[in-house]
């Protein structure tokens, strides 16, 4: 697993996606802190590893990234770690539209592609 907090090519996550799932990378957004915790099994476990660093459980939200795709098919918004009925957010997807957009941010920030 690998915190980012410095832009990284969309090679590497190909790299990843490629020893892990194949397509896919899983990842854990810290949206305040603006850093992405990625090449983790489980999503839950790149959150274990975020919230150890000192991120608030609240800020963290887990997606799924293509490295091949583009645009909105580039991030998939989909975890267990996102039920949160406290929070108003039912499902395993991100259902408040400006949370998603801080995660987008948060995901062109730091991946070059």
């Known amino acids: 697993m690998k915190i980012i907090t410095e832009k990284i090519k969309i090679s590497e996550l190909n790299d990843m996606a490629k020893?892990?799932?194949g397509s896919l990378v899983k990842g854990v957004v810290d949206i305040k802190k603006e850093i992405l915790a990625v090449?983790?099994?489980?999503?839950?476990d790149e959150e274990a590893l975020l919230l150890e660093?000192?991120?608030?459980?609240?800020?963290?939200w887990g997606i799924n990234l293509y490295p091949q795709l583009e645009g909105d098919d580039f991030i998939e918004?989909?975890?267990v770690i996102?039920?949160?009925?406290?929070?108003?957010?039912?499902?395993?997807?991100v259902d408040n539209?400006?949370?998603k957009e801080q995660i987008k941010m948060v995901v062109n920030k730091l991946i070059l592609r």
């Not at 090449?39 to 839950?44: P, Y």
């Not at 039920?83 to 499902?91: F, L």
Request: aromatic share 6%.
């Open 97 to 99: 539209e400006e949370t």
């Open 19 to 21: 020893d892990m799932y």
């Open 77 to 79: 918004f989909d975890s």
């Open 39 to 44: 090449d983790g099994e489980l999503h839950a």
């Open 82 to 93: 996102n039920i949160r009925p406290s929070m108003g957010n039912k499902t395993r997807s």
């Open 53 to 60: 660093k000192g991120s608030m459980q609240k800020d963290l």
